[in-house]
């Protein structure tokens, strides 16, 4: 009979340690999230993707101005800059512009988006070590170190190059401008469509 005592006694001792161990781990658990949940809201999310779409857009400006500067010294050298082939090449370069638009929104979102997956990584990491260990405190130190890890300024990096080169073609759109699009063309010069020969080869295979 005193063995069975004991067992019991035993018995019940565990059950009373298992669940204070549950109740330390649930309430360290609710605290991790918590903690993770108030230094990364919604608004720091917001805050995070505006300042990437700002330097991302600050540095996609800086290269459209440049390679509009280009565009235009190039138009100016080649007689182009008051002609349908210049307003062409204008067409491009604010469409290209769109498009970067579109690319670097993505691009900030992408930052965004990995930042929440690696928030997301280190909460799961310290209520992991939580459960292993059963130790708040120790969980309330992890749980402020990650969130200091994660909580630094990503790194923006350079923005591709958007802008193709403007200015290709140039001396060929100057010669359809200068023709009139076949008012007054060579028979060397090749047609709009890309048909003819090149003034290299206008006389070959002729008679």
Same mark, same amino acid.
């Given at each position: 009979?005193?063995?069975? %005592?004991?067992? /019991?006694?035993e018995a019940r001792r565990a059950r009373q340690e298992e669940e204070a161990r549950q109740k330390r781990v649930s309430e360290g658990t609710s605290l991790i999230r918590a903690q993770f949940a108030k230094n990364f809201d919604d608004p720091y999310y917001a805050k995070m993707?505006?300042?990437?779409?700002?330097?991302?857009?600050?540095?996609?400006?800086?290269?459209?101005?440049?390679?509009?500067?280009?565009?235009?010294?190039?138009?100016?050298?080649?007689?182009?800059?008051?002609?349908?082939?210049?307003?062409?090449?204008?067409?491009?370069?604010?469409?290209?512009?769109?498009?970067? %638009?579109?690319?670097?929104?993505?691009?900030?979102?992408?930052?965004?988006?990995?930042?929440?997956?690696?928030?997301?990584?280190?909460?799961?990491?310290?209520?992991?070590?939580?459960?292993?260990?059963?130790?708040?405190?120790?969980?309330?130190?992890?749980?402020?170190?990650?969130?200091?890890?994660?909580?630094?300024?990503?790194?923006?990096?350079?923005?591709?190059?958007?802008?193709?080169?403007?200015?290709?073609?140039?001396?060929?759109?100057?010669?359809?401008? /200068?023709?009139?699009?076949?008012?007054?063309?060579?028979?060397?010069?090749?047609?709009?469509?890309?048909?003819?020969?090149?003034?290299?080869?206008?006389?070959?295979?002729?008679?």
């Amino acid at each position: 009979m005193g063995g069975g %005592k004991a067992a /019991r006694n035993e018995a019940r001792r565990a059950r009373q340690e298992e669940e204070a161990r549950q109740k330390r781990v649930s309430e360290g658990t609710s605290l991790i999230r918590a903690q993770f949940a108030k230094n990364f809201d919604d608004p720091y999310y917001a805050k995070m993707l505006q300042q990437g779409k700002d330097y991302y857009g600050q540095n996609l400006e800086h290269d459209y101005k440049n390679s509009l500067k280009q565009l235009e010294a190039a138009l100016w050298r080649s007689g182009l800059q008051s002609s349908g082939a210049g307003d062409v090449k204008r067409g491009e370069a604010s469409k290209q512009l769109a498009d970067a %638009k579109l690319n670097i929104a993505s691009m900030a979102q992408n930052q965004v988006n990995q930042r929440k997956q690696d928030v997301a990584n280190a909460e799961g990491q310290t209520i992991s070590q939580l459960q292993a260990s059963a130790d708040p405190a120790s969980a309330a130190a992890q749980t402020s170190e990650m969130i200091r890890l994660n909580n630094t300024d990503p790194s923006w990096g350079a923005i591709p190059q958007f802008f193709t080169d403007l200015t290709a073609n140039m001396a060929t759109m100057a010669d359809r401008d /200068r023709y009139g699009g076949g008012v007054n063309r060579p028979s060397w010069f090749p047609s709009l469509g890309g048909g003819g020969g090149s003034r290299y080869t206008r006389n070959v295979g002729t008679g």
